[in-house]
């Protein structure tokens, strides 16, 4: 006797390198969500000169925190502009909180802790009023998308590890929340969604593609395969296993041991054999051999 497959472990390999070979083992099994998604900008807003002036100074950088009371920069009028130009040497020695208790100029805030997107304003430039000086948003929002096929799987509160698309050592935590499912409108299986809220020590920059992975759960000391070696056929899910095999004719094979009287199987076609053979009748050389053996001696 001699093992052979019962059928093919079609998906283990692929086509152009034939089939291949696997095992069933016992152990844990951690589920993981795989989520990817962008980084948005929340409540975006402009911040414009409210005087005809000066910029006397930029505090701002593109893609940085700012809170209510962090000046981005400082307007000066024309009569003001004409005092600094005329204290020269004397105005730039002063410390900055000096500078703004003797010269007042006028400051350029958020009205709460802001994300600055980009700085237009230039130092020592003169402006008119409504001029643009600062894009900001009130927040960043990391969002997510999640397949239909983990949407049970994800729950408010899970733990999502997320890193730029491409860079998984810059890993960053933080907590799945609002999560909603689209509108299912003409397709029967919506995607789901989900926002977290970044904050200034937690934050990708607005517009970078991020990937992440959620893992709600770990199933222990468990019989498992993989995934792509089981066979889907009419709803019914197949894993192809090594069998033993004793007698073998034209039309049937005994099988000795690794299927059960009544075990179903799948049977494939020539075309889904991808560079594997059907076990077929071939010739037993050392049963041959006894068999001549047995004849001459029985001539004797």
């Known amino acids: 006797m001699r093992p052979a497959l019962a059928a093919l472990l079609l998906a283990l390999s692929a086509p152009a390198h034939g089939a291949g070979t696997g095992a069933v083992v016992r152990g844990d099994l951690t589920i993981r969500v795989k989520v990817t998604g962008l980084v948005v900008p929340v409540g975006e807003f402009r911040l414009k000169s409210t005087i005809d002036g000066r910029i006397e100074s930029v505090s701002a950088a593109d893609a940085s925190w700012h809170g209510s009371d962090q000046p981005l920069a400082t307007l000066a009028d024309k009569e003001l502009a004409a005092l600094i130009d005329a204290r020269g040497a004397q105005s730039q020695g002063l410390t900055e909180d000096r500078w703004q208790r003797v010269y007042r100029p006028t400051p350029v805030r958020c009205p709460d802790e802001c994300f600055v997107l980009r ?83 937690l934050f990708l920059p607005p517009g970078t593609h991020w990937e992440g992975e959620i893992v709600p759960g770990v199933k222990h000391d468990i019989l498992m395969a993989p995934t792509a070696a089981l066979i889907e056929q009419d709803g019914r899910t197949y894993l192809p296993v090594l069998v033993s095999t004793g007698v073998t004719t034209d039309d049937y094979t005994q099988i000795v041991s690794g299927a059960r009287d009544g075990e179903e199987f799948l049977f494939l076609d020539d075309s889904a054999l991808h560079g594997a053979v059907r076990h077929r009748r071939t010739v037993d050389r050392a049963a041959l051999e006894a068999r001549e053996r047995e004849l001459g001696a029985a001539a004797v």
């Open 119 to 201: 700085v237009y304003a230039k130092a020592k430039t003169w402006v008119r009023p409504n001029a643009l000086l600062v894009d900001a948003a009130r927040g960043l929002d990391l969002v997510a998308r999640v397949r239909p096929e983990d949407v049970p799987l994800v729950r408010d509160g899970q733990t999502l590890t997320f890193w730029p698309a491409g860079r998984p050592e810059r890993k960053m935590t933080g907590r799945v929340a609002r999560f909603t499912l689209d509108p299912r409108g003409d397709r029967s299986t919506p995607w789901g969604t989900f926002t977290i809220h970044l904050r200034p020590d």
